[in-house]
Each structure stands twice: as C-alpha cells, then as structure tokens.
C-alpha cells in the first residue's frame, strides 16, 4: 500500500533492512528476518524486536523508499506484505515517474512532485470506489470542485481522480475533475496554479497515448490545442469515463437525429459514474449478442456449459437479460448462443455438488450450466422471468412449420421477390445448382449439430460456412437470425402492419424522395420492372420514414432495402433495415451521414496500420475516404454486380462493419502495384472500377436475367476475381481485427468527425460574414466561438431545452446556430462596449426585435456581427442611426427596416425562397437617413434616456449630460416655432394653449424655471406615472435637465438619481400627451444634425473600442453569467 511520505533517517536503518532494488530515485528494501535469511541470528534478533516493541502493529517486510537526489534523506512512500505486493508498487513507479523525473532541475522539485503523487494515490485509493459508500467524500470534493471553478452549482461532477497534467516538459501534479459538461484540472505546486476548464463540446480527440517522456497518458485536443494527462492509478477507467461524457455531450448537442430522449443519460442532472458504466455495459452486451434496444444486461454468472457438439465443457459467462439467455465463451469466438426466455419452459438442479443448472428449452433441447457461484438464485430468476417474457406470436424458429408469419395485412408481401420471380427448381441438374445443393446440405447438417433458429451455437465453423457463401433459399432466415432482426419482430407482433395503417397515404416530404427513387433501386432487376416489387420497396420505406422522422428517407436506403427484398418476406425487410440503421450502422442515413464518415476514418486508420507501402506513396489518404463512401453506405451493392454483393452482405450480417472494412483492405491490397503506379486520383478510380467490374461470382445459381455482370465479364482477356476468393482472403489477411478494436476506433473517431463539421460550418459562416464587417479573422473566430457557446450554455443544464431546437444541421451554415431573446440578451449585455447601466442593457430586447427580421424570434451569427459592428467599428452616424432605429415602434417602420416576413420553415429548406431572398438581401439598397420614419414623443424620450444611460459613468459625464440637455432644447424650440406656424395659418386652432407649453420658447436650457427643476429632481422617483407624464409633457422639463437641477457629483445621473430604471420605449404604452400631440416628432436629420454641434458626443461615439479586451471580458464572465 502506498504510505504519507515521512522522512527516513537510512543511517541507523541498515542493519535493519536489506536492499533488493534501487534506482537513483527509488530504493526497494526487505527487512531482516523475513526471505532468505530469516533463519540467521540477525533475523531472529530483528523477529523478536518487532514482536516485543510493537506487538500491535507489526512492521510490514517490505518498502519502497524514495531517495531526494545529491541527498542522504529518504521518504518512505509504500509498503507490502509480500514480494508479489510491493514489486506492483515498484513497476507502476517504473512505468510512470521514472522517466518523468528527468526533466526537473534540482532534487527539491523532483521530491515535491513524488511526495505530490504519492499523496494524490493515496487519497484516489479512498475514494475509487468510496463515492458511494463514503458521500461525505464526494461532498467535499463537490464544494472544492464549486470553489476551484466557479461553474454553476448546477454542473454536476461524476468524478475525480488524482494525475498529473503536462505543461510543456514539467508535469503538474494535481486533480482532475470530470462533470457532466466540463473536463477541469487543477494544480497548484511551488507557486505555480494550474486551472483548466475545457467543456465537452469542443474536445476534438480523445485517446490514450504513450512517449518517450510519457510511459502512459490520455490526450484531450481541445480547439487544436493538446493537453496530457498521466500518471494516473486506474487509467483506463479514466479514459472510458472521459470517453463517454464527451460522446455524450457530442451527441446531445450536434447529433440531436440520433439522440432519444428517452435516452438511460437523457437528463443531465441525473448522470453518475454508477449510471456511466451500467450504461456502457448495457450497450456492449446489446452489440455483442445483436439485442434490441430494450434489453439490459441484469445478471452476470461465470459458469462452464456443456457444449454437446465438442464434448467438453466451455467456459464463459451467462449474460440475463428481460427477454433473453446469453452465454459467451471466454474468447467470445469459441461459442455464443442467444436463448429467448419464452422458449425456455423449465430450470432444473440435478447437482447441488457441481452447482448445475438445467435448462430444458421448447423442442426437446436442453442446456447444462455448472460451476455456477449462485446457482440457486439464477434458477430462481431464470423462472421467474419466464413467466413474464412474452411468447413468439409472430415468428416460428422452424422454417418448415408452415405460416412463418402470421397475422399480416392483405397488402403485405408474405414472400421473398426473389421466390416470385426466380422460383427455386429441385429439378434443376446444373452445376451451379449441383453446388448451392451442397451448400445446402452443408447448412442442414451445420443445423443439426448446433441447433437452428435464436437457440443455435454461433462458432467458427459457422463463420466458415458464412465465407463460403449462403445458399439461396437460406439467406433471409440468416440475415434475420445474425442481424437480431428476429428478436425485434418477435418482440413487436403487428407493428409493422400498424405503421402501414398510420402512414399509407399520406403525403410529406420523405414521401416524395421515396417516390422519386423506386425506379432507382436495382432497376436491371425483374423484380423492380413490376409492380409488385416496387410496391413493397414503397411500403418498407414509408414505415421505417414513420417509425423513425429523425432519419426519415435517406438516399442509399433505398438500394440497401432492395436487396433485403429479394431475400426476406416484407416484414423482415422491415425489420432487417431497423437492425441495420439503428443498430450496425449507426448515424449512416441522416443528412450528414457522420456514422459513414466515422468509419472512413476508421477505414484511413487500419490502412496506415496494414497497407504501410501504400500509406508511404499516398500521403494523403482522403482520397480513399471519397472513394470508399459508396463501399459503406450500400455494403458495395452499388459497385458490385448482386450475385457478388449478396455474398459480402452474407459476412455482413454476421461480422457487423468489420467484414466491410476486412474486405476494403483486401481490395486494396489486391490492386496495390497498381496503385503504386498512378499518378493523380482519377487514375487510381479507373484502376479501382476495373477491378469491381472484373468480380464475379461464379457458383451464383441466379440467371442471367437476373445476374447484373458488366459488360467485361465476357472478355477473357481480363482476369476474373470470385468474390468467394476476395472474402477469404480478406479473412485470413485481416481476420485478427477485433470487433472491440473497432468499436473503440469508431468512438475515438467520431469526436474528430463531429468536429470537422463543425469547423466547416465555421469557416463557412466566418467567410460570408468577413465580408460585411470590420472585425479581424481572430477576432471574429473568437467571437463566433462565444455565440456558439452562448447557445449551449442554455443547453448544458436542462433535459429539453427549446435552444436544442434551434439547432439544425440540415439548414444553411448561417442559421445551424441561432439565439432567441434571452440567449441573445445575455450575450449582447456581454460584448455591448458602453457602461452597464440598467437602461442600456434593457437595450438588448430592442435590438433583438431590430435584428430578427422575419419574426421567427431567432437571430442568426450575421445579423448578431452586424449589429455589433455597428457598435464597435462604424461611424458616429451609424452607431447614432442604429440606436434611433431601436427606439422606433415596430409597425412604424417602412422600407424594409424591420419587416415582418413569414416563420421560416423548420423541417426543410426551400432552396428557391433562400436563394430568392439571398437575391434581394445582394441587390437590396443601402439605407438613406431620409427613408427613416419620424421619431414621436413617447420614443424620443426613450432615446434621450439611452444617451444618459450610455454616458453614465464616463470621465466627461458632466459635459456629455449638458450636450444633450442642449440639443434637447434645440429640438424642443424648434418643433415649438413649427407648431406655432401651424397656428397662425387660416384654419389655426382656438388660443387655448397651456403657458407652459411656450416655456422652452423663452429659455433654451430652461435654467430659471423652480417648476422644472422640481420636476427634473422628482422623474427619478415616479418615471412612468402618467400624470406626472401628462402634467411636464408639455414644458419637456423630464428630458431638458439643466446645470442648475442635476447634481453636482460627475456620477449622477441626469434625473438626480444615482441608478435610474427606465423600461425598454417600446414596452412603455403612450401617455396621454403622447396622445394629445400625435403630431409632436422629430426626423433622425434633424437629431443628427443637433448632435453634430456637440463635440464631446462625437468624440465619445468615435473613440476606438477594446475589442480584444471586450471578447475577453466575455469569454471569462460567459459562464458566470449563466448562474
């Protein structure tokens, strides 16, 4: 065990202690008396001094001291019981400080950072499996977590571990904190602090790596950058943990098609270590056996199982679920068999001394399991579970049992296109049909000896058969029992026929690319010449376009979907396209196709891996990435003639995504010379098509109506490639890669994929927004980065939140992301460059209302930049003109200011409205001050309020306040002299005007009026009271303060008060003088003009803004201000 350093004195300690091994940091030591020379008068003398000065705490006989270099001080850091013990102690100190400790400079800092880890390993061994059991731990973990980072206390942390993070060559030792939205680290050694806080959103790659310096580490990407964490006690814990956060968070934020919410980890306030690893293991055993969705792995039980075909015992695991009975030799490749609970009708305990359990199954089989540790309460389960598990009403095992489905709709399709129109003929005497009999034959007898149907042994030597090809007439019982489909269909009796009632018939968009692609699928095929087969091609897809919206149609499904066709009733089509979109080729048909891309780079990986001579001729291994994409959306159907494809299909079926990337090696491999020899990508295609066209299959007992050969395959001049041939060589050269291997590929992989879009997506938005604004490329990376975040940050703490809505790949790159009013709000209060006035960020709703155009009440990055740019970068008759413009009452605004269009279509673009729009936004005109409309009473107020708002807090307070109490004047003066025009024509109005109505005409400022500095001082108090607004309306004295009323203190503001509210002119109803004189406003020309006369107002709107200093600003408080 690993012990609090305390200091050694070595000196007095020899004779006391033998040394078995040391290195310049490290010593290991046995005491005397123990081993070898336990016999001798020293270590009986040793013995009995241990005995009798501490007969309650023996000395432990083994330790592992840590020397500080140029030093005689040593620290003892471990201890053991035996050899075997403390040697695990030494090896891990071997493998993960040695090497490391180079890299420090004096022997002080090299002691710190051992007795640092030492000190992180012991308290990581308390709390490994103690979060649970000891909640006071985790409690105070949780607290320093708050304190440390200052996230959220809604952020919930899973878990920590102890590590050390490189930062350049010196490692720092520290903890690591992993949460629901964010990987943290910190550290704090010799005075130097260490904090990170990278959310999962924008980690790119994740994996475990290893150096020179590093004997072991896991390295985070995060925005390019890369970050190593070593030295940990249970690494691959870690890893996996971190893996699945971050796939998780990928996932719930850009992969919202394939993220249920119903999903075990849907609510992110409700996410444990506990609820990770059960969730991690629950998806292993569901890929593994090919389970649906719904089934959970309950029980484990190692045991042995009577293999009856071999005549020994195997062992492995007993895997329970809901419905089901798995078992798994311990290789994995050995054996596996899949019992549903309903085919079992009794469990039996013949010996109690073996500890055996019986399984007797329906059709006179039963299975023996011995060696269980709690047999007796698995019998139990295993009863009590049958009784629960629903019985097959919809799919009978035996084939030869008539009415394999039952209970179908009279418009459903109850045989294989393949039978209707290429019925098999027992007659037939041909050699190709001579071998599919021997097929045949050899399938029956494969059946006999290991079972057939959900209960058969799935081995090597099915594989093998698998290799050779499936006959014919057995290939849809094959495909549905390898796929798992079977389970899916015997678990859901008539849904499929339900789904055709709900969705025959009706129209959407899905409907129309279905339609439009049926004459697409296999069209050489006689079976899709005719109404039948199209028919049932149209049926299969509209149900699986209804059961999944998500997905919906996607191109290739309806390639795929054809072939399942001719092989399986319809239903089991169904049911084998749902096996395979939702479960082996996960994320593969959606509009990104990221689950295809995925294993393209998965497919570039094994490529570097295996085919190292081609890898060195092509640097660049994308081109293999746009050639393969064919080979894995249609299982190479699309360039493989049918008879060849089924085949590979066949390996498919039973080996998942590994045999197509088996057999993509095996194609390149196989062209490799003449690879080599091309000089461009075209050739290289050329070579690749050659080749597919040269594939045959030649024991295919189909037709040559049927047979889709190219037009090559009569030319004996070519060399001819059997597919058998290819899939056995593919096998036997790249068999040893490992369905596990590949599936950690895939997760690794993603991260990087998921990200790449992204970063398309921003170079996309960030190249048409460069060209409208004044900000720098950094810059506006920088602030796309925080408009992106703006909009998860809403996201990270909620199980359904509407922002998750907003998010759409399928839309244009400039609407993907989009904030509606409270995200925007928090933002814009954020990066806004002006004070932080109460009323100037009430500012924020009428810039939204400004900004969203078309009503839809979502605002796009472009229109947010505009809008910034405005404030940052333009012009004082910009920024003064967007600020009028925000105080101007919606409905009153022509030309196209801010236009109330139509809600913009969520489910699909309108590709021709876009570009339409896109048109006229090009050609539109730019806005003339004269086009603005007038601003009235009410929101010139409004505007005179944001001035003070925005001056409030300025160093030249006092003279900007007297500016705009001037102009106010102005203004006021000269509207009097129009209305008095007005008056004086021949249709004047009664002399009826109040006095203090002509009170601006007598005094400019209005500096010896007591009434208006009284009323001035009391607007602080009562700003919306109509009365109060009713009775000064008319001498203007709430916007005119004079120097002789406002405050002498440059802090104040202009009403007399220190903090001022003031609602948003647009939510504030008219007062009654805004009533009585509608005819009472001003043109921006005007107001513009009056405020050019004013020095210090220009001068403050046309100092250079901080920009970098803002968006920093932002960046550290964007988190903060989401508490």
Not at 684 to 703: G, H, I, Q, W, Y
Not at 997 to 1009: F, G, I, N, R
Request: aromatic fraction near 10%; charge should be negative.
């Amino acid at each position: 065990m690993w012990l609090k350093p305390e200091e050694v004195l070595l000196k007095n300690a020899l004779k006391l202690w033998v040394t078995e091994k040391s290195n310049e940091y490290f010593v290991l030591q046995r005491r005397r008396g123990y081993g070898e020379d336990s016999g001798g008068l020293t270590g009986l003398l040793v013995g009995t001094l241990d005995t009798v000065l501490d007969s309650t705490a023996k000395v432990a006989p083994f330790r592992i001291l840590h020397q500080t270099p140029d030093s005689q001080v040593y620290w003892s850091i471990a201890c053991g019981a035996s050899l075997e013990e403390i040697s695990q102690h030494w090896d891990w100190l071997q493998q993960n400080i040695i090497r490391t400790l180079s890299v420090f400079d004096s022997g002080e800092d090299i002691t710190s950072f051992v007795q640092g880890k030492i000190r992180g390993l012991i308290a990581e061994e308390g709390t490994s499996a103690a979060d649970e059991e000891d909640p006071e731990r985790f409690r105070e973990a949780v607290l320093r977590f708050e304190r440390l980072f200052g996230l959220p206390q809604r952020e919930k942390l899973v878990t920590y571990f102890s590590c050390s993070y490189w930062k350049g060559r010196v490692p720092n030792q520290g903890w690591i904190y992993l949460s629901t939205n964010f990987l943290c680290f910190y550290s704090y050694m010799l005075g130097n602090e260490v904090k990170l806080v990278y959310p999962w959103d924008e980690v790119s790659r994740l994996e475990r790596t290893s150096s020179v310096l590093l004997a072991e580490s896991i390295r985070v990407c995060v925005r390019g950058e890369d970050h190593f964490f070593s030295m940990l006690l249970r690494l691959q814990q870690t890893y996996l943990i971190m893996q699945q956060l971050a796939d998780y968070a990928i996932v719930r934020f850009f992969d919202k098609e394939t993220f249920n919410a119903e999903h075990p980890l849907a609510n992110p306030l409700h996410i444990t270590q506990r609820a990770l690893e059960i969730h991690a293991r629950n998806q292993s055993f569901r890929a593994f056996f090919r389970l649906p969705q719904e089934e959970n792995l309950c029980e484990v039980h190692e045991s042995f199982l009577w293999v009856p075909f071999s005549h020994v015992n195997t062992l492995g695991k007993i895997c329970l679920s809901e419905n089901c009975l798995c078992f798994a030799s311990q290789d994995g490749s050995q054996c596996h068999l899949i019992i549903p609970l309903w085919e079992v009708f009794s469990v039996e305990l013949p010996d109690h001394g073996s500890r055996a359990l019986t399984v007797c199954l329906r059709g006179k089989r039963a299975l023996r399991f011995s060696e269980v540790r709690d047999f007796e309460r698995l019998a139990a389960t295993i009863r009590r579970k049958c009784g629960t598990a629903g019985s097959p009403q919809h799919y009978i095992s035996n084939p030869d049992e008539e009415g394999v489905m039952v209970g179908q709709s009279q418009a459903v399709s109850t045989e294989a296109l393949m039978n209707v129109f290429h019925p098999h003929d027992a007659e037939n005497l041909d050699p190709k049909m001579l071998k599919e009999r021997m097929k045949e034959q050899s399938w029956q007898i494969h059946f006999a000896e290991y079972g057939r149907g959900t209960g058969m042994f799935c081995t090597k030597k099915t594989r093998d058969l698998i290799v050779r090809g499936v006959p014919e007439t057995l290939r849809g019982e094959l495909w549905m029992l390898f796929s798992g489909a079977v389970h899916d269909m015997t678990s859901h009796p008539g849904y499929y026929g339900r789904l055709l009632e709900e969705c025959m018939g009706s129209s959407s968009l899905a409907c129309d690319e279905i339609e439009r692609d049926l004459h697409r699928s296999l069209p050489e095929h006689p079976a899709f010449q005719s109404d039948t087969g199209i028919s049932a091609l149209r049926r299969v897809l509209t149900a699986y376009a209804h059961r999944n919206p998500k997905i919906g149609y996607c191109q290739a499904m309806n390639i795929l979907t054809s072939v399942l066709l001719l092989y399986a009733k319809e239903e089991e089509a169904f049911w084998l396209l749902v096996a395979v979109c939702e479960r082996m080729l996960p994320d593969y048909f959606n509009r990104r196709i990221i689950g295809a891309l995925v294993d393209q780079a998965v497919f570039e990986e094994l490529i570097r891996e295996h085919l190292t001579q081609l890898t060195e001729h092509m640097t660049d291994l994308s081109f293999f990435s746009s050639v393969s994409l064919s080979w894995f959306l249609t299982l190479f159907i699309s360039v493989l003639p049918i008879e060849s494809a089924v085949n590979v299909v066949d390996c498919f079926f039973y080996d998942g995504i590994k045999a197509i990337l088996q057999l993509g090696l095996a194609v390149l491999d196989y062209n490799m010379d003449n690879l080599l020899c091309c000089h461009d990508d075209a050739e290289a295609v050329t070579v690749l098509n050659r080749f597919f066209d040269s594939v045959t299959n030649k024991d295919s007992p189909l037709p040559a109506t049927v047979q889709q050969a190219s037009a090559t395959a009569n030319d004996k001049s070519i060399q001819k490639v059997d597919i058998s041939d290819l899939i056995k060589e593919a096998y036997e050269k790249y068999g040893d890669i490992r369905t596990e291997e590949v599936e950690n590929m895939r997760k690794r992989n993603k991260l990087y994929v998921i990200q790449t879009l992204e970063d398309t997506t921003k170079q996309n938005v960030l190249r048409v927004v460069a060209q409208d604004v004044k900000f720098s490329a950094a810059q506006l990376d920088e602030l796309y980065m925080l408009f992106k975040k703006q909009h998860f940050v809403s996201c990270y703490w909620s199980v359904c939140s509407p922002a998750l809505q907003n998010h759409d790949p399928s839309l244009p790159y400039l609407d993907q992301y989009q904030l509606d009013q409270s995200q925007f709000s928090s933002l814009f209060n954020l990066l806004q460059p002006w004070t932080t006035h109460t009323h100037v960020r009430s500012l924020a709703r009428s810039a939204f209302r400004l900004l969203d155009e078309n009503g839809d009440g979502l605002v796009n990055f472009k229109e947010f930049m505009c809008s910034l740019d405005i404030l940052y970068n333009r012009s004082f008759t910009e920024k003064l003109k967007f600020l009028f413009k925000l105080h101007l009452q919606p409905d009153s605004v022509e030309d196209g200011v801010i236009r109330k269009c139509p809600e913009r279509g969520r489910a699909k673009v309108d590709l021709q409205e876009y570009l339409k729009q896109w048109q006229e936004d090009l050609q539109r005109r730019e806005e003339n001050i004269k086009d603005l409309p007038r601003i009235n009473q009410v929101q010139f107020i409004g505007l005179t309020k944001t001035l003070y708002g925005v001056f409030h807090g300025n160093e030249e307070e006092e003279s900007l306040y007297r500016a705009v109490a001037r102009v106010t004047s102005l203004l006021l003066r000269m509207e009097e002299v129009g209305r008095k025009l007005q008056e004086s024509s021949p249709q004047k109005m009664p002399q009826s005007t109040p006095t203090s109505t002509a009170q601006p005409e007598t005094s400019p400022t209005l500096p010896t009026s007591p009434e208006t500095e009284t009323l001035a001082e009391g607007e602080g108090d009562q700003p919306e009271s109509p009365a109060n607004q009713q009775e000064t309306a008319p001498s203007h004295s709430d916007i005119t303060p004079t120097s002789t009323s406002r405050p002498s203190t440059p802090t104040s503001s202009p009403t007399g008060t220190s903090s001022p509210v003031f609602d948003t002119p647009a939510d504030t109803p008219s007062s009654p003088s805004a009533v009585r004189d509608g005819d009472w406003s001003f043109s921006f020309e005007q107001i513009l003009a009056s405020l050019l006369n004013e020095p210090s107002v220009v001068r403050f709107f046309e100092r250079a803004i901080d920009t970098d200093s803002l968006i920093a600003h932002a960046r550290k408080n964007q988190l903060k201000d989401a508490h």
